[in-house]
């Protein structure tokens, strides 16, 4: 199986080959992966975070804050990390020289050590502000700035950011504009055409010459958009961005040595430009999910899809495949599907139910002698569940009281939010959310850090 050549994500308890690379309007408003989210409303004024770097802007310094991992020149994965769901303080994040008054997020996302929120004004929403936070080397928090963030770096969006994918080294915006239409903005590595701004660098050049963006139109997917078609969701996988719009096509671009462009076998190296996903043409896709190697995809009737890598089965066929180069149907048959969210060597399905499902290698949810399953299984702890995330290595789900629950392998940094460290949860476990009225839709979930929205009245 070929490897990305990038080796910046350290080696994680589950996901080992990260030393790789690592719509219509959407009915399934739940559906949230790594660094994505649409809210359904527009009044999400607090927001809490836990994981790394977001402690020095914890509204009451009782919170848990872990000692800082900084020195001199150098600031680790575990600065300033909350290691429980902490409320911050908007005034020290910002400022009110910085945020709009009447600030209002509408969307946020995280993904490899680096998180984006999203504020504009509750009644005049299209002048946003993006705040970023984290590792920068590549510009992926919108610009240019200290190759680490410990204070925001802050960018001017026109238009209403109404989501945000992260991946690696890269980010992707949906912007929407008045009128009704929509754009996808892209920032961070170019290296491996993972923001579809240019024919990636030459490989065989000592270093290789790194491309790096600030926050750009990917002005490339408008030559192949039909008229009158919009993006409508965008999702990034480590290396990789995954495009839907409102025909219900898919469109890739970026690493796609394990299928992830789901373009067939001409298209398994780095590729600059979006392609679209083949083998659809006949299944208008509803909602796409990638956050690591793999994407899901659900269509119409009930039709699930997969493609990328599979090595640990998570492709829910009853086997493990190195590589799906172009998509595959799944035959899930335990009810109407609500709710996709593709990890790292696994994958969750959500039914009308409010039951969960999972499959493939580690972060499960089924306990500590369960790790891996080459069959949908239902995670016996979840029920009335209405939205799921998941991670490379890391899961959420949310119920019906807006109650969130949270497992996985890996607690550096306090990044599973249940107050411990270094310790795995192999079932879910009720996280504190502070006493905030959580907005379902609005979280962001990170390999190193997670950000959750709440409605104030």
């Not at 199986?1 to 219509?24: D, G, I």
């Not at 999203?118 to 928090?141: D, I, M, S, V, W």
């Not at 690493?255 to 462009?261: H, I, N, P, R, S």
């Not at 890996?410 to 795995?424: F, H, P, S």
């Amino acid at each position: 199986m070929s490897r990305s050549p990038l080796l910046l994500l350290p080696l994680l308890p589950c996901h080992h080959h990260l030393r790789s690379q690592t719509q219509t309007q959407s009915p399934l408003p739940f559906v949230r992966a790594l660094g994505s989210l649409r809210s359904s409303r527009s009044k999400s004024t607090a927001v809490a975070a836990w994981g790394s770097y977001w402690g020095r802007f914890a509204e009451s310094r009782a919170d848990t804050i872990r000692t800082p991992g900084v020195s001199a020149g150098s600031i680790q994965p575990d600065a300033y990390a909350l290691l429980v769901p902490t409320r911050l303080s908007l005034d020290k994040l910002a400022g009110p020289a910085v945020l709009p008054r009447n600030a209002c997020i509408s969307a946020m996302g995280a993904g490899v050590r680096h998180g984006l929120l999203a504020f504009n004004e509750c009644e005049h929403p299209y002048k946003t502000k993006l705040l970023g936070l984290g590792l920068n080397r590549c510009q992926q928090l919108g610009r240019a700035a200290a190759d680490t963030a410990v204070t925001p770096v802050v960018t001017a969006i026109n238009g209403k950011v109404s989501q945000i994918a992260c991946g690696r080294e890269h980010s992707a915006l949906l912007v929407e504009v008045p009128g009704g239409s929509a754009r996808i903005l892209v920032c961070g590595s170019n290296a491996l055409g993972q923001i579809g701004l240019a024919t990636p660098p030459r490989r065989d050049l000592d270093p290789p010459n790194l491309s790096t963006f600030a926050v750009s139109d990917l002005t490339s997917l408008d030559d192949l958009m039909a008229p009158g078609e919009s993006p409508t969701k965008v999702q990034c996988g480590l290396d990789h961005t995954v495009v839907l719009t409102s025909s219900g096509r898919a469109f890739a671009m970026g690493w796609g040595a394990d299928g992830q462009l789901g373009a067939g076998p001409k298209l398994t190296t780095a590729y600059g430009r979006p392609v679209l996903v083949s083998g659809l043409e006949e299944a208008p896709l509803v909602d796409i999910s990638s956050s690591t190697d793999f994407t899901l995809a659900l269509a119409a009737g009930n039709r699930l899809y997969y493609w990328g890598n599979a090595e640990y089965g998570q492709c829910m066929t009853g086997t493990k495949i190195d590589q799906v180069l172009t998509p595959v149907q799944v035959p899930f048959g335990f009810g109407r599907i609500t709710g996709i969210a593709a990890g790292g060597c696994h994958a969750l399905v959500l039914t009308d139910e409010g039951r969960v499902y999972s499959c493939g290698y580690g972060a499960l949810g089924l306990g500590p002698t369960a790790i891996a399953t080459l069959q949908p299984t239902i995670i016996e702890g979840l029920r009335d569940i209405q939205a799921i995330f998941a991670s490379t290595d890391r899961c959420l789900a949310i119920d019906n009281r807006h109650r969130v629950y949270s497992w996985g392998l890996g607690n550096a940094a306090g990044r599973l939010g249940d107050g411990t460290v270094g310790l795995n949860a192999y079932g879910p476990k009720m996280l504190n959310t502070c006493s905030l009225a959580v907005d379902a839709p609005m979280i962001a979930l990170g390999n190193d850090m997670a950000l959750m929205a709440a409605i104030e009245d």
